[in-house]
């Protein structure tokens, strides 16, 4: 019975035991400021990469526009956490600031999402990219919330616990969103779309909503990387950072959300690393600029599906689709069937 | 019983005119096959009824409701299921995944039941599962559950695919050459397995079949196309000795 109950608790337990943690540890100086920052970054591109893997990865189609999305996010969670609400409120409105910014991009998501899917192909790709512009120009144009030279204001909301909390709940949803209906149509769409049709996949519903899912999470990551940096600007959010994302994707692993995890991981790691390195050698840091795209590139060429690709880690499936449930469901089956006229 | 009715289905490709007045009236459990050289229109004929095309000419009525203008998933939902000439399984996905995606219309809960892992949820997801299990057993392919589809051998691909096509609980099952590239063998129990799900899932048949053995053992009524139109019609007898058939087939013979 002890045992049947840590079976079917272990994995929320642990994640409980370890949040003390995230405030302790910040607080009294265990892990200095910078180690604290990188794992908050790492924990925002969690959250992009599952975003963007929900579109590139598990449905297959290209968006090269994500941070527009993010962009839509970072803008309203902060115009709302400084324009209207209180200060002394902000820590406790911090989340509904964040919620409304993934909203507002979902809405945005919708808007993209309708026209585009009329077809399949290239055509997301473009369509995003120029939203990423589109995006990029308003912001710098829009003299109201600073223009081109940006947006500040902000308190330093986004702590190492509301990431590890935000990456939990992201982390959840999206995998009972893989692990249902929607992710294995959205999958199927992947493969075959008109097969998909067939077999009774309402297919734009599937892809919309997918679509406007996965631009809510980077609108929330979005609103937690500008309550980082306390400072947003147009620039923030080019088709580099979409670049960066797309990077984070296919280095962890196409339609896979422990891929997502460690390609973010990873990634963030290694571009963090690399900034001591030149720094150690006096070489430029624009180089750093350089890495991003030259890496999806290699990637592309040589290992397409990344480290995971179509595979999840063992703590990431549902405990009713993991194989040993699936055989006892199986022997089950053989059990209690009827034996009928066999089949020829 | 009227099951199917199909009339004056007219469409073209550009110039190309891929099927001319095609008339069609299915019966409840009936099995008609439908045949012709390559290129006749066979194919295209399925692909109007299941809506991946809309024909410039012509009704389909499937128990009594239009369906022309319908969206393909709708169609499905309606209960005409379809395999493919070509087999178009989604072969990186298991087994098991292939089926239950064809659940997809008639699992009952909303996307927030299923981000939030809700009880209607749980309890369809076991229900799909359940059934999806079911039918791989009734077909002998629920050991292979977990198996990326891509990795069974050809005849099993074949049958999981009309597995597949049965998990939308059709009434009408569309087949689209299911003999090809199987040997004898398989061939005869191709022809057992089709005469078996029909009386066990009480299907109605419409078969598109250029291996003659297939057709002339199975099927009740035979439609013989050639450049888009139909050149012949009737039981299997009637069509073995039909001289426009032999022609399409085989060619004129010229007087020297």
């Known amino acids: 019975m002890k045992s049947a109950f840590w079976k079917q608790w272990k994995l929320p337990l642990i994640l409980l035991l370890i949040f003390p943690f995230t405030i302790l540890l910040p607080k009294f100086g265990i892990i200095n400021p910078y180690i604290d920052l990188v794992l908050k970054y790492v924990g925002i591109n969690i959250i992009l990469t599952i975003s963007l893997n929900l579109v590139n990865g598990y449905m297959g189609e290209f968006s090269v526009g994500h941070a527009g999305f993010m962009a839509i996010g970072a803008y309203v969670a902060s115009l709302l956490t400084v324009w209207l609400f209180p200060r002394s409120l902000g820590p406790f409105l911090f989340p509904v600031a964040l919620l409304t910014g993934g909203i507002a991009a979902g809405i945005a998501g919708l808007g993209i999402a309708l026209p585009s899917f009329r077809t399949r192909g290239d055509y997301l790709a473009i369509v995003t990219l120029a939203f990423n512009m589109i995006i990029k120009s308003v912001l710098e144009n829009i003299e109201a919330i600073g223009g081109p030279s940006g947006f500040m204001g902000m308190d330093k909301l986004t702590s190492l616990w509301w990431v590890y909390i935000i990456v939990i709940v992201v982390v959840f949803l999206a995998r009972n969103y893989v692990f249902s209906n929607f992710g294995r149509g959205v999958l199927a769409i992947r493969e075959d779309e008109t097969a998909s049709g067939l077999v009774s996949v309402h297919t734009r519903q599937v892809k919309v909503l997918t679509f406007v899912f996965s631009a809510f999470l980077a609108g929330i990551g979005g609103g937690l990387f500008a309550h980082e940096l306390q400072f947003i600007n147009p620039r923030s959010f080019t088709i580099l950072k979409s670049t960066e ?10 339609g896979s959300l422990g891929g997502s995890i460690l390609g973010a991981t990873v990634f963030t790691v290694m571009m963090e690393g690399l900034r001591t390195v030149l720094q150690q ?12 795209p030259l890496l999806l590139i290699l990637l592309m060429i040589f290992r397409p599906y990344g480290i995971m690709g179509l595979r999840e880690f063992r703590f990431l499936v549902p405990r009713e689709e993991r194989p040993e449930a699936l055989a006892s469901q199986r022997e089950q089956v053989q059990a209690t069937r009827q034996t009928k006229e066999a089949l020829p | 019983m009227t099951l199917l009715r ?25 099995l008609v096959a439908v045949i012709g050289p390559n290129g006749a229109g066979k194919t295209t004929v399925f692909n109007l009824i299941t809506g991946v095309y809309r024909p410039i000419e012509g009704k389909i009525t499937f128990q009594d409701q239009n369906v022309i203008g319908l969206q393909p998933h709708k169609i499905v939902r309606l209960g005409i299921a379809r395999t493919f000439q070509n087999i178009r399984l989604f072969k990186e996905l298991s087994v098991l995944d292939n089926v239950r995606i064809a659940h997809y219309g008639s699992a009952g809960y909303s ?52 597995a597949r096509a049965l998990a939308t609980r059709p ?6 050459e299911p003999a090809a590239g199987m040997n004898p063998t398989e061939v005869e129990q191709l022809i057992e397995l089709i005469l078996w799900i029909r009386s066990e899932f009480q299907l109605t048949v419409l078969l598109i079949e250029h291996q003659m053995r297939v057709v002339m053992g199975i099927a009740e009524r035979i439609k013989v196309l050639d450049f888009g139109e139909t050149i012949a019609e009737g039981s299997p007898k009637e069509i073995q000795n039909h001289p426009r058939v032999i022609e399409a087939y085989l060619g004129r013979e010229v007087n020297a």
């Open chain 2, 111 to 162: 996307t927030w039941e299923a981000l939030l892992r809700l009880p209607r949820f749980t309890k369809q997801e076991a229900r799909v599962r359940q059934e999806a299990l079911n039918l791989l057993n009734i077909f002998g392919l629920d050991n292979l559950a977990e198996t990326p589809s891509k990795n069974l051998p050809y005849g099993q691909q074949r049958r999981l695919e009309i």
């Open chain 1, 281 to 292: 050698f006096g070489i430029s840091q624009e180089w750093r600029l350089v890495v991003a």
């Open chain 2, 171 to 176: 009434s009408l099952l569309l087949l689209d």
């Open chain 2, 6 to 30: 199909v009339e004056n289905l007219t469409h073209h490709f550009g110039g190309l005119r891929a099927v001319q007045d095609f008339n069609l009236n299915l019966q409840t459990s009936e």
């Open chain 1, 245 to 254: 994302m797309l990077v984070m994707v296919y280095l962890g692993g196409v």
